[in-house]
């Protein structure tokens, strides 16, 4: 599965933005979704995830009631709206496929996209 990542830009503190991701080959209806983020000078952290269904999501603490994910199988796609966004959102975010339960640990996704810049600015 091949995931690209797009929607990234520059927006000011308490905008919205709304990234996508888009997937080609494999069976995107058999994976879990999820995006990542990584902050200059920090660790990749889990934003969020999508189940297989649609039905299941998960999101981290520190964007929980902001964030929402959702998907498209029928467009390959998985989304991640962003509302009231703040200077600490500022990261790149990336897409990820794994066939197994939404988890927060890195090493259980096997696809990765190749991210795309968010800056929010004060």
């Known amino acids: 599965v091949q995931l690209q990542a797009s929607g990234g830009g520059l927006v000011q503190a308490g905008d919205s933005l709304r990234l996508s991701c888009v997937a080609s080959g494999g069976t995107f209806s058999r994976y879990t979704l999820v995006w990542f983020r990584q902050a200059p000078g920090k660790e990749r952290e889990f934003v969020g995830g999508v189940s297989d269904s649609g039905k299941i999501t998960r999101y981290a603490d520190s964007v929980k009631g902001r964030f929402t994910i959702s998907r498209d199988n029928a467009k390959s796609a998985v989304y991640l709206q962003m509302n009231n966004v703040k200077p600490e959102d500022t990261a790149v975010y990336y897409c990820?496929?794994?066939?197994?339960?939404?988890?927060?640990?890195?090493?259980?996704?096997?696809?990765w996209g190749q991210g795309t810049q968010v800056t929010v600015s004060s």
């Open positions: 990820a496929a794994s066939s197994v339960s939404i988890t927060t640990r890195e090493r259980f996704y096997d696809f």
